[in-house]
C-alpha cells in the first residue's frame, strides 16, 4: 500500500485559510523570511486569542534541512511539540505540519508550558488543508 504524502503548503495558500478559518491576516515578516523559508505572522504579533507566534512555510526542497536546523535531534513531546531553546525568551514550542509548515510559538514568560493560546493556534492550524 502506497501512503500518500500532503502536498506542501505554500504561502498564499496558508494566509488564504488561515485568514478562513480564524479571522485574522497573516503578514510576511521580511527581517524573518529567507532564501529557504518565508515567516508569517499576525500584526499585532501578540493576539489575544493565539498569543505570539509565527510559521514558517518552507520551500520544499529545503524543508528537511530546515526542520532539523530548527529541532535538531530532539523528539516531540507526547503533544507533538519540540520544545526549542530561545534566545529572548527561554524556550519556544515548535510543532511540525506535513512536509513544510512549521509553527514557532512564544510561551509567556519564555515558560516550559502551553496554554488555551497554544492549543486555540494548534486547532487553526490542523484545519488548515
Not at 25 to 36: E, F
Not at 102 to 129: D, E, Y
Amino acid at each position: 500500500m502506497v501512503v500518500a504524502t500532503p502536498p506542501p503548503y505554500t504561502v498564499p495558500a496558508v494566509q488564504a485559510a488561515f485568514r478562513a478559518r480564524t479571522g485574522l491576516r497573516l503578514v510576511t515578516v521580511a527581517s524573518a523570511t529567507t532564501d529557504a523559508l518565508t515567516t508569517l505572522g499576525t500584526r499585532p504579533t501578540l493576539t489575544r486569542r493565539f498569543g505570539s507566534f509565527e510559521l514558517y512555510v518552507i520551500k520544499p526542497r529545503f524543508a528537511r534541512a530546515t526542520i532539523r536546523a530548527l529541532v535538531g535531534n530532539d523528539r516531540p513531546d507526547a503533544r507533538g511539540i519540540y520544545w526549542e531553546p530561545d534566545q529572548n525568551v527561554g524556550v519556544t514550542a515548535i510543532s511540525v505540519f506535513g512536509p513544510n509548515l512549521v509553527l514557532n510559538w512564544f510561551p509567556p514568560g519564555g515558560k516550559h508550558r502551553v496554554n488555551p493560546s497554544w492549543t486555540r493556534v494548534q486547532a487553526a492550524l490542523r484545519r488548515l488543508r
